[in-house]
């Protein structure tokens, strides 16, 4: 017996009537909830670098279009002035749909690289899934809260190519009911800067003051397995926490657990069976 489709999943309409729903849903929740989201911005850089990664625009992804990623490069640079600057105070939460806003055409947003029903789509404002990436990363080697994230769960979609970053440590986001929010609940105030040079995506995780712990994220035990026919992704993402002053580890926490079943072609890959 077929399974039953959804109401999302019954035609183009139905789908455009679930997602304005969602859309509404998550408006309504925000004006409910107690949160204090960060909206003052300054040009003028926090004193102390928390953290910094730059990210490769253009990538080798497997047969993904260039116009894709060409037009990636747009929505970037049409988004990343829209939370460069931005300040979190103690007590502030940042959303990055409250920032950066609707990812539509109306607003110049093109079609880039999206995931549908776990697979590489194409959908305008495709591709900022890229800053929200590189946001993580930056708040995951912080004391800062993440209160919302969401993840491509279960697929491994492309092959790597120059991967700075343990696989797992993405984002998945779709405007505005999948956010990527953090809380800081620290007695320090933070400031993230971010901006693209048309090759990079660039930014910065500072503070007013330092940090008296540091943060070391890392993989373990990666390796690809073959079950039922099927190859999969495998490995545990570490957050260790560090006094700074000591050098000692504090705490280990697992983050992630790789279980993800790989897309592309795996005849070059190394397969436990």
Not at 75 to 84: E, G, Y
């Amino acid at each position: 017996m077929s399974k039953r489709k959804l109401f999302c999943e019954i035609s183009p309409l139905t789908y455009k009537i679930s997602k304005k729903k969602c859309i509404v849903t998550r408006k309504l929740k925000d004006l409910l909830n107690n949160s204090k989201f960060a909206h003052t911005k300054s040009e003028t850089p926090l004193p102390v670098q928390i953290y910094k990664h730059n990210s490769l625009i253009r990538r080798k992804l497997g047969n993904t279009e260039l116009e894709l990623q060409e037009n990636k490069a747009v929505n970037l640079a049409l988004s990343t002035p829209k939370v460069n600057g931005i300040i979190i105070r103690p007590g502030e939460t940042f959303s990055f749909w409250r920032l950066v806003g609707s990812d539509s055409a109306k607003n110049g947003y093109r079609e880039g690289l999206t995931i549908a029903g776990g697979r590489p789509s194409r959908g305008v404002g495709g591709g900022l899934c890229q800053f929200t990436n590189l946001i993580h990363w930056m708040v995951l080697h912080s004391e800062l809260t993440i209160v919302e994230h969401h993840h491509h769960d279960g697929i491994d979609l492309f092959p790597d190519f120059k991967r700075q970053i343990p696989f797992g440590t993405g984002t998945s986001i779709v405007y505005n009911y999948l956010d990527y929010r953090f809380l800081n609940n620290t007695d320090r105030t933070y400031q993230i800067l971010v901006w693209s040079d048309g090759e990079y995506l660039r930014g910065e995780l500072r503070a007013d003051k330092t940090q008296d712990k540091s943060s070391h994220v890392h993989s373990d035990n990666e390796f690809f397995s073959e079950e039922n026919g099927i190859v999969y992704r495998n490995g545990v993402v570490y957050k260790d926490t560090i006094d700074k002053k000591t050098g000692n580890t504090i705490s280990r926490e697992v983050i992630r657990k790789n279980h993800a079943r790989v897309m592309y072609d795996t005849s070059n890959l190394e397969i436990r069976k």
